[in-house]
């Protein structure tokens, strides 16, 4: 049985917050963050805006985008950093939003979280446990931002993407790759406000309840870790990076995107770039990014696809797949 992408959505909130914007919340200006980044603009969610709200809105396009009835869907993947609570989980808000019955848990795995997702999701249907499964990347980022730190702040934004997996009749899943490095976990890290650190008066008043981040470190560990990873998933099929039709990387820095297209020796245009509209939007930004992709006609049938993430845990990972639709 072959399990595919059916159909993919996504949603970003409608306020737009530019560099010249960010230049009057801190010291910083439209040109180091646009040379440095790439990120032009990023969206902020409404203040009534939680990630169960991006990512339900997400999921309603995905399920219109795959022609199937939402009662289909058997599972709820939410791969988030920003869960709307500790618990319950992201994913039950969204079955409760969509009206369904479904089984539902969020995935921790940061930039990540959709390659875990996607894995986890695909692995459920093979084993034949769920013929359908929503998975969907949903962050607001906003929320754990520390908008007096210069380094972090210019970098994030907010928004959701998804996509229904299930059986297709070409293409689909080929290979994945899944991996963490928890000796780095203090690279890119919100100190409190779990088990470890409670939020306190005193962890707040720290500003420990917002994403801290060696910025260095993880573009270190980006450039190493991206390639291991698509090499791994190439390798599986015995396939080069000439073979690729189109890359989706983690939207985090189009400099570390045009260093992985060197390292391939591949032109920068097999590489799909929205970063420069929406920043870096952790879990959501390869769906996101798909589903851009998928609606700009980036993609035809047959095409061989590889997504790659990398961020928080450290962890990464890769997916490979065929385009169906
Ligand atoms: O999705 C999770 C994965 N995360 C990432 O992929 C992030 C990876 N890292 C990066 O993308 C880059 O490291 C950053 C964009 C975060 C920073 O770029 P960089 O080229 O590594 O800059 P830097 O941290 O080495 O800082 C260079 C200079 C410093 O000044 P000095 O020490 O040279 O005087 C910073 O203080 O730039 C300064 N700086 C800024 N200047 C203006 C740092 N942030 C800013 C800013 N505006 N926003």
């Known amino acids: 049985m072959r399990v595919g992408i059916m159909g993919t959505g996504s949603y970003v909130p409608e306020r737009i917050l530019t560099n010249n914007d960010l230049a009057k919340i801190v010291d910083t200006n ?15 969610a ?7 709200d991006l990512a339900f809105k997400a999921a309603e396009k995905a399920i219109i985008d795959a022609g199937i ?7 709820i993947i939410v791969a988030t950093m ?15 939003k969509l009206g369904i019955k479904a ?4 995935v921790s795995a940061a930039c990540t979280g959709f390659i875990y997702g996607f894995t986890a999701g695909y692995s459920f249907i093979k084993a034949g446990i769920y013929k359908k499964v929503l998975v969907i990347g949903a962050e607001t980022m906003s929320r754990v931002t520390d908008w007096e730190d210069r380094g972090t702040c210019i970098l994030f934004g907010d928004g959701a993407g998804a996509v229904v997996l299930g059986e297709v009749e070409t293409g689909g899943f080929l290979a994945s790759h899944l991996a963490a490095d928890g000796s780095g976990a ?16 005193e962890t707040i008043e720290n500003r420990e309840v ?22 791994n998933v190439l390798t599986q099929q015995n396939l080069t990076a000439d073979d690729i039709d189109i890359f989706i990387p983690h939207q985090a820095n189009v400099r570390i995107i045009e260093a992985i297209a060197k390292r391939f020796k591949q032109p920068l245009d097999k590489f799909f770039v929205n970063l420069h509209k929406y920043g870096n939007t952790s879990g959501a930004s390869i769906p996101i990014a798909l589903d851009e992709a998928s609606k700009e006609g980036r993609f035809k049938k047959g095409d061989k696809i590889v997504a790659t993430g990398f961020g928080g845990g450290l962890t990464y990972g890769s997916i490979l797949f065929e385009w169906s639709k």
């Open 46 to 52: 409404s203040d009534d805006e939680a990630t169960s």
């Open 210 to 231: 917002y994403l801290k981040m060696n910025g260095r470190e993880v573009f270190k560990f980006a450039v190493k870790a991206f390639p291991e990873s698509v090499e």
């Open 82 to 96: 920003t869960q709307d609570h500790l618990t319950p989980s992201t994913a039950a808000l969204v079955q409760d």
């Open 69 to 75: 009835d939402k009662n289909e869907i058997e599972l």
């Open 186 to 201: 203090c690279e890119l890290i919100v100190p409190a406000g779990g088990s470890r650190k409670a939020a306190t008066a």
């Open 30 to 44: 439209d040109e180091w963050i646009t040379t440095r980044t790439g990120i032009r603009e990023r969206r902020i």
């Open 103 to 106: 089984a539902a848990f969020d």
